[in-house]
């Protein structure tokens, strides 16, 4: 089973851009549909991006279309979140998932595996 590690969080300003990175162990990688999520205080944990083992398809939530950017990088085990124009509401704890199954999912449930989660805050 896979083991993932955040990283590349922090504090930035409106309108910012940061990049997050998902180390991933083991040989197996690349056969995991990747995803992130985040959690705010007080809130549900909410889907962000996902993207396919190869990196040809990938889905994000509306909320931060056309702002954030998933991809992977397999021969590096790591997957990344670019994200830009960053706003105040993207502030949470943001969490990369692997999905073993053959579909791209949304679904928080669909995840078996889960990183310790980065903190990204965004001031106004």
């Known amino acids: 089973q896979v083991q993932l590690v955040e990283s590349g969080g922090g504090l930035v300003q409106a309108g910012g851009s940061l990049r997050l990175s998902c180390a991933g162990s083991?040989?197996?990688?690349?056969?995991?549909?990747m995803a992130w999520f985040r959690q705010a205080p007080g809130k549900e944990r909410e889907f962000v991006a996902t993207?396919?083992?190869?990196?040809?398809?990938?889905y994000y939530t509306d909320s931060v279309k056309g702002r954030f950017t998933i991809s992977r990088d397999n021969a590096k085990n790591t997957v990344y979140l670019q994200m830009t124009s960053l706003k105040p509401e993207d502030t949470a704890v943001y969490y990369c998932?692997?999905?073993?199954?053959?579909?791209?999912?949304?679904?928080?449930?669909?995840?078996?595996?889960w990183g310790q989660g980065t903190q990204v805050t965004v001031s106004s």
């Open positions: 998932a692997a999905n073993p199954r053959q579909y791209l999912s949304s679904s928080w449930n669909s995840y078996d595996t």
């Open positions: 993207i396919t083992w190869n990196g040809d398809t990938s």
């Open positions: 083991g040989r197996t990688f690349s056969r995991y549909i």
